[in-house]
């Protein structure tokens, strides 16, 4: 391309203009030479582009337009601006004082924060800093960026005194006392290190290639393209390229449509705001600017008019009824999707990323600056094995020694839960000293045996003290999980040396007392190795976790001595501001970019995503330093600047070949608008007379919608399992039989399935736990009482409580309720005891009784445990189950749903228990401990129908043989839930049954 010497060195290419891929034809063709200048090797030239990855791309551009020859490619290199990455312009200026390292900076912001903590001791925010490491942090951060503000602005940390001159409310006081420390006291800290603010370096280093490029005119040809000047160190450079005699401005989509009188009513948060700026400052026209590639047919305009200046959409009217066929020209290639919800629209776009690669040679990406999205992108498209590459990167803490680190510093700070200790030690590089297999089965045992239990509070200790109380309950006989009651003594060492090994391994750490930040990191590096055994394999993450480990111990000297609790919380703040690229091969022709990197990547499917407002543009927030006064004072850039920013890059998206712009109506639960970008978009086709519904794309949705759904949609019945005779149990304890009339689904799954719940991890003590204790503790007082009869009275039954109490006295509600709850109850207990005491011939407690009968000509077993059971003087019995819960009422026990006691009466007269010959009953007794009573009550059952307590003894027997006889023929099913107490009751086995599923098919019949 011949270029006019004496023409303006100020380009521009258009929207949907392939930039790179033009660039490169640019600089292959000579440009910005005259066509009388020589066209030195290509190697002279100098590119600078806003990021890396464009660097990355034009290098692969100028490869494949050379053919895959061999080429020495011209010097490509980022240039750092506000809309671009962090990238250093030039690395051989090395005469620069060195950057402050992030956690250098942020350790020397926190130390400020503590000194003006101590200097203020009144003050509400210095208290919250000295009693929060938390919020410290939190501080610290959001200081660095409004000092990387002042830096990249290059405005006077000391000016900050002017805001004293002017009359502010008082609640900014703290604030302002609080930045005042900071304008001094940084600045000398900066210089006792001999450094500088990573931004100031990066404005220096622009600054000083601008000096070297302005006094060298042969320089050799200098390209600076795509980057809009939004510091001023930039412009300076962007102003000494273009004023070289082999240098040129490429600026990115100016727009050359809109007239002068819009022109003027740009705001900040146009996208076109930055290059008006810059042009301002080169003094040159926008009509001087010379386009170097058409844009895409009508799609310039329609951009152009989507973000026409408020104060001129007065003549959309007059300019978009005339022009209604370049807004369809526009349009063409543009789709717009609506989803129901974020879910949808994730599906709907991996959908569209599948069907480009269908198409040899065919690229597609997604841009958007919600992650969120990005993700549940990423994640769909593993349904086809598709890898896709994620510019933003992921977090570091997500693998590798990081992942490790992290759940080790959430584990310390929870104060090692059970949740907190699985995942560490289920953690694949997790060591110990153990081999791998005995760990993992000792972790499992843990869990199942363990954790899978009442919670035992936070700390190793207390989870010490659970495995023995575990333990102890198995070899008492306590019923326990299949899963886990035939563990050997071995298996429970093995579980006492994990949390032994771990406890070992936390021993530095277990002093909190104040030591220097560098010994805390030592300490903690210690730790970590114990749960890193494979230090010969570590992988580019472990290399970059060690980096900044390195990092924060070089800086260490700038903290004052904490505890170790403080300290992992700034470990812990440090992992996640860091982010690191994927290591898995992606997909080579599919991406997902931030708004910036995908300005200039050439792609030939493009879609915009998570268009809601508030996600893209992003909600503008002058933070919580400066208001917009201030700001404008200091001349730091307002926030709207950045709605400006990602309005261009919506722009310079619209020009690509085929463009699906997709928003979500709403997010997680809340209801969202679409982007104010979308709204314009369709008061545009609206005026120019078009519907913007012809535009709108279900086809997507549809597909998006169906693509787990099951061809055929078949109601759930309710299950009838019809097991052969031979499978049904010949065995029935009495509290079974309840299950067996109420729902009989639960002991097929139990009895004939084999299938037993596995309880929640370190679920909340709740009734049950409550019962047993209870239970346990009447009945260690009985059997005392059997054995000596001075053990009877209060000071007996509260040592036997404070013996079943003990192993759960750590315990909050334990400790504050259950406990005070049962030593009043005791006086109760006492009292009633007392009462049964009289005519009382001798107790059997916690007994165990059977009764063979005859059924379908198979012996069948009745069989249960007893409370108690009391002989009278008169030789008949009476029978006592102990309930912290409600008892069944009479109605219940005479009706037949509720027939544990007169089972239990009948193996006493029919059958056999354990010390005792047969007896006819007398009473049925519930003794109600606590519940809607004070403390306690006995309740005797009076059966309903009038008949005798013997009656109601052989006709629940009768009745059982009946229902029993019934479920010995294959035809009677086990059915789920058919005589349930409450209808909102859950049950164990309601997720194997769907009950959900048919009760909502109406099948609960």
Not at 260 to 282: G, N, V, Y
Not at 507 to 534: C, D, V
């Amino acid at each position: 391309m011949t270029i006019d010497s004496r023409q303006p060195r100020v380009f521009s290419i258009a929207p949907g203009g392939n930039f790179l891929s033009v660039l490169a034809d640019l600089v292959l063709s000579g440009f910005p030479l005259g066509q009388e200048e020589t066209k030195p090797p290509l190697s002279r030239w100098t590119i600078l582009l806003p990021t890396r990855r464009a660097c990355q791309a034009l290098g692969k551009i100028f490869l494949e337009k050379s053919e895959r020859k061999a080429l020495l490619l011209p010097r490509i290199q980022p240039i750092g601006d506000l809309d671009g990455d962090d990238g250093q312009l030039m690395d051989e200026i090395s005469d620069l004082p060195e950057a402050v390292s992030e956690s250098g900076q942020l350790f020397i912001l926190i130390n400020l924060l503590h000194r003006w903590a101590r200097e203020n001791p009144l003050n509400k925010l210095a208290q919250e800093i000295i009693a929060s490491p938390v919020q410290t942090l939190a501080l610290a951060t959001s200081l660095a960026k409004l000092v990387e503000e002042f830096e990249t602005e290059e405005a006077d940390l000391g000016r900050l005194g002017e805001i004293y001159e002017g009359e502010l409310s008082e609640h900014r006081d703290a604030i302002l006392s609080l930045l005042s420390i900071i304008r001094f006291e940084l600045p000398k800290q900066y210089l006792d290190e001999a450094k500088i603010g990573k931004a100031q370096r990066r404005s220096l280093a622009i600054r000083t290639e601008a000096k070297r490029i302005s006094q060298s005119a042969s320089f050799g040809p200098i390209i600076a393209a795509g980057s809009t000047g939004t510091i001023a160190a930039t412009r300076s450079l962007l102003i000494a390229i273009s004023q070289h005699p082999q240098g040129a401005i490429i600026l990115p989509g100016l727009d050359h449509a809109m007239e002068d009188e819009a022109w003027d009513l740009i705001k900040s948060d146009h996208p076109q705001f930055a290059m008006k700026t810059l042009l301002e400052e080169f003094k040159v026209a926008r009509t001087e600017v010379k386009s170097l590639s058409k844009g895409r047919e009508g799609r310039v305009f329609l951009a152009s008019e989507i973000m026409r200046p408020t104060a001129s959409t007065d003549k959309w009217r007059e300019i978009l009824r005339n022009s209604a066929a370049g807004v369809t020209k526009g349009m063409a290639g543009i789709r717009i999707i609506e989803a129901q919800d974020r879910h949808i629209e994730a599906r709907t776009i991996a959908l569209i990323l599948r069907e480009a690669i269908e198409t040899p040679r065919q690229t597609a990406a997604l841009m958007t600056p919600d992650r969120d999205l990005a993700k549940r992108v990423s994640v769909e498209l593993r349904r086809w094995n598709i890898t896709i590459d994620d510019t933003a990167g992921t977090k570091l803490m997500n693998s590798g020694l990081a992942r490790a680190a992290h759940l080790l510093i959430e584990a310390v700070q929870s104060g090692f839960t059970p949740a907190s200790v699985l995942a560490l030690l289920h953690l694949p590089s997790c060591g110990l000293g153990l081999a791998p297999e005995r760990r993992i089965r000792a972790t499992q045992h843990l869990e199942l045996a363990v954790l899978r239990n009442y919670d035992p509070g936070v700390g190793l200790e207390n989870l010490e003290r659970a495995v023995e109380t575990c333990r102890v309950a198995q070899l008492r006989g306590q019923r326990a999980h299949p899963l886990v009651s035939g563990l050997a003594d071995a298996d429970w060492e093995s579980v006492q040396l994990v949390i032994g090994k771990l406890r070992l391994a936390m021993e530095p750490f277990k002093a909190n007392t104040l030591h220097p930040f560098a010994e805390q990191l030592t300490r903690f590096m210690s730790i970590l190795s114990a749960f890193s055994e494979a230090a010969d394999e570590r992988t580019d993450n472990d290399e970059a976790f060690l980096k900044i480990m390195g990092e924060m111990s070089a800086d260490a000297h700038h903290l004052a001595p904490c505890s170790a609790s403080d300290a992992v919380v700034l470990i812990l703040g440090r992992l996640r501001m860091a982010t690191v690229q994927g290591d898995a091969s992606p997909h080579p022709r599919l991406a997902i970019y931030g708004l910036l990197e995908a300005r200039m990547m050439p792609v030939d499917i493009l879609v915009m995503g998570g268009l809601n407002e508030t996600k893209w543009p992003a909600q503008s927030d002058p933070g919580p330093w400066l208001n917009r006064t201030m700001r404008d004072s200091f001349g730091l850039q307002q926030p709207e600047r950045s709605i400006g920013l990602s309005a261009h890059d919506f722009t310079q998206g619209l020009g690509a070949k085929s463009v699906y712009l997709t928003y979500a109506k709403r997010i997680e639960t809340a209801p969202v608008v679409p982007s104010r970008w979308i709204l314009r978009l369709q008061a545009v086709l609206q005026t120019a007379g078009l519907e913007p519904e012809t535009y709108w794309d279900q086809t997507w949705i549809t597909l998006a919608s169906q693509l787990d759904a099951a061809e055929t949609l078949r109601p759930v019945c309710k299950p009838r399992p019809m097991p052969h005779v031979s499978a049904r149990p010949r065995r029935i304890s009495v509290t079974e039989v309840e299950k067996l009339i109420r729902d009989p689904y639960a002991v097929y799954a139990r009895r004939i399935l084999r299938l037993e719940p596995l309880p929640a991890l370190a679920r909340p003590i709740d009734a049950a736990l409550r019962g047993t204790l209870f239970h346990a503790v009447v009945n260690r007082w009985n059997k005392e009482q059997i054995e000596n009869k001075k053990a009877f009275g209060l000071d007996a039954l509260l040592k036997a409580g404070e013996t079943e109490f003990a192993s759960f006295m750590n315990l909050e509600d334990v400790a504050a309720f259950w406990w005070p709850s049962f030593v009043r109850i005791a006086e109760w207990l006492v009292t009633a005891e007392a009462e049964l005491q009289e005519n009382l011939r001798r107790t059997v407690t916690e007994t165990s009784g059977e009764l063979h009968f005859d059924i379908a000509g198979e012996d069948y077993l009745l069989h249960g445990r007893a409370d108690r059971i009391d002989v009278l003087d008169n030789g008949t019995a009476r029978i006592i189950d102990y309930k912290t819960g409600k008892p069944p009422t009479s109605r219940q026990v005479t009706n037949g749903l509720s027939p544990q006691l007169p089972l239990e009466a009948a193996i006493l007269l029919h059958g056999k228990f354990e010390g005792l010959g047969q007896h006819q009953t007398q009473s049925l007794d519930y003794v109600h401990i606590g519940g809607s009573t004070k403390y306690g009550a006995i309740e005797t059952i009076e059966p309903t129908d009038g008949s005798a307590i013997g009656e109601l003894i052989e006709r629940q027997l009768a009745g059982l043989k009946t229902l029993l006889t019934s479920y010995m023929r294959t035809s009677q099913p086990y059915l789920p839930r058919i005589a349930i107490e409450k209808e909102e009751d859950q049950n164990e086995y309601d997720h194997l049954s769907r009950f959900r599923e048919w009760m909502l098919a109406g099948d609960a019949k």
